[in-house]
């Protein structure tokens, strides 16, 4: 009676959930807004974030709350229907059909990726390649090496073996870029047309696949990367159409898929976890992703900010598109700058991980954030420090004594390693 009792209020509080989001229509142009003054939102911080964002060559950039719009701007000449790129913030639209095609029986994510691609798609050995499943594709561990001179390539000649498949996680984008001959091969329908007929006909979502060189990117309108993200934000169901009916594969996507990265999941980057691995690097970061941002929120990120956020505990979406000053394959730091921002206008945002040592005693960096100088409050003077940017790149190797002094340092995520302790503490320079 008492188990009966508890799976009904689970299924209970989740129509409630459902209920309590808003799903535009699938054709027009409406869809209901909220006021952020409503939210009880902090209105004098919207603008300085949309000086930020301008600065940074942004096109598009909206709030949704419930669903419904809280912030919508477009920036220069962009508009409502502009089309823009999702780059790899795209991948995860890869990830959800991946989904849907494994609920059809189409494929097995634990099947070898050659089952699909053919023998010799790789330049492996046979043994090696066949090791290589659907599951290392979607999860960036299928030990194929990333530092060859094109990482985007996706010719056998460009695929070679590094480590077993599982053994190492690496942001490579060619075995990702090739999901898109699996998912063609097993469905036998072109990715544009399987996209139409499972996910944009049932969410009124617009856009399509183009191939730009090796990658395979998609291109649409800010509303529609908006929808999108409400659907994710409601389990893969839209209002009562149950797109992506197994639970299990959504909640798997959302999740840290192995623990060689915890901060990424199926194709998704993940918060709230204690480490994360940025591309092109073997280092663990420790801390948050993103320390503004709330702990259980996901995100698809791609190249010169294209980001698209989910934030369930707060029935939050938040996407952003445009160019970038920067040139990331993955815009972490972009993402940090907004959420920081995000915060002010949200007033009771998330605080950041607090620095605490193995020893108990508290290492905090004095002021965080910081234009010249920073004070390490409770770490003892003579203590040897090494100082690195946000990449993993080595920047400085010294004794602290009193401050360490910034001014020249570009603004961004700084991260200071204690090595007699162990111990890693995080600053951002503005």
């Known amino acids: 009676m008492r188990l009966s009792w508890i799976l009904f209020s689970l299924c209970f509080f989740q129509v409630i959930k459902a209920q309590g989001l808003y799903f535009p229509p699938l054709t027009g142009s409406q869809w209901e807004t909220i006021t952020p003054q409503s939210l ?12 930020y964002l301008n600065q940074e060559e942004s096109k598009a950039f909206l709030v949704l709350k419930d669903g419904k719009l809280v912030i919508e701007k477009y920036f220069d000449q962009f508009t409502r229907d502009s089309l823009w790129y999702w ?3 795209g991948k995860t639209l890869t990830a959800f059909l991946c989904g849907i095609a494994e609920q ?5 994510l634990s099947e070898p990726s050659a089952k699909y691609l053919g023998q010799g798609w790789t330049q492996c050995s ?5 090791a290589i499943s659907i599951l290392h594709q979607l999860t960036m561990t299928s030990g194929l090496d990333d530092g060859v001179p094109d990482n985007h390539c996706t010719i056998p000649s460009c695929l070679m073996y590094k480590a077993d498949p599982g053994k190492r996680w690496a942001y490579h984008n060619a ?7 699996v998912l063609e091969n097993a469905t036998g329908m072109n990715e544009n047309n399987y996209i139409q007929n499972k996910l944009k006909s049932r969410t009124g979502m617009k856009g399509f696949w183009f191939t730009s060189g090796y990658d395979n990117v998609y291109l649409s309108d800010a509303r529609s990367m908006a929808r999108f993200g409400v659907l994710m934000l409601n389990k893969g169901i839209w209002d009562k159409d149950s797109l992506l009916k197994n639970q299990d594969y959504y909640q798997a996507m959302i999740q840290p898929s192995q623990n060689l990265n915890p901060a990424y999941g199926y194709l998704w980057w993940l918060n709230g976890q204690n480490s994360f691995k940025l591309p092109g690097l073997q280092i663990d970061f420790p801390g948050f992703l993103v320390p503004d941002a709330p702990k259980d929120m996901f995100s698809g990120i791609g190249k010169n900010g294209q980001i698209l956020c989910i934030v369930p505990g707060e029935n939050l979406v938040v996407l952003r598109m445009g160019d970038s000053n920067g040139d990331d394959e993955v815009s972490i ?5 907004i959420w920081t921002r995000l915060k002010k206008i949200r007033c009771n945002g998330t605080v950041g991980v607090i620095d605490e040592s193995p020893l108990g005693i508290e290492i905090k960096p004095i002021p965080n954030p910081s234009q010249s100088e920073i004070k390490l409050n409770g770490l003892k003077n003579g203590t040897e420090i090494w100082i690195y940017d946000a990449y993993g790149r080595f920047i400085l190797k010294s004794k602290y004594f009193n401050n360490i002094l910034i001014n020249d340092y570009k603004d961004g995520m700084y991260y200071i390693k204690i090595p007699s302790i162990n111990h890693w503490i ?3 320079k503005l």
Not at 41 to 46: F, K, P
Not at 104 to 108: A, D, F, N, T, Y
Not at 126 to 130: I, L
Not at 175 to 181: E, F
């Open 40 to 51: 009880n939102w902090c209105t004098d911080e919207i603008q300085p974030l949309f000086d």
């Open 87 to 89: 780059a790899s913030a």
């Open 104 to 108: 059809e029986g189409r494929l097995i």
């Open 126 to 130: 046979p043994s090696q390649e066949n």
């Open 175 to 181: 075995p990702y870029t090739l999901l898109r001959n």
């Open 333 to 337: 730091l972009l993402l940090r700058e």
């Open 426 to 428: 995080s600053f951002l």
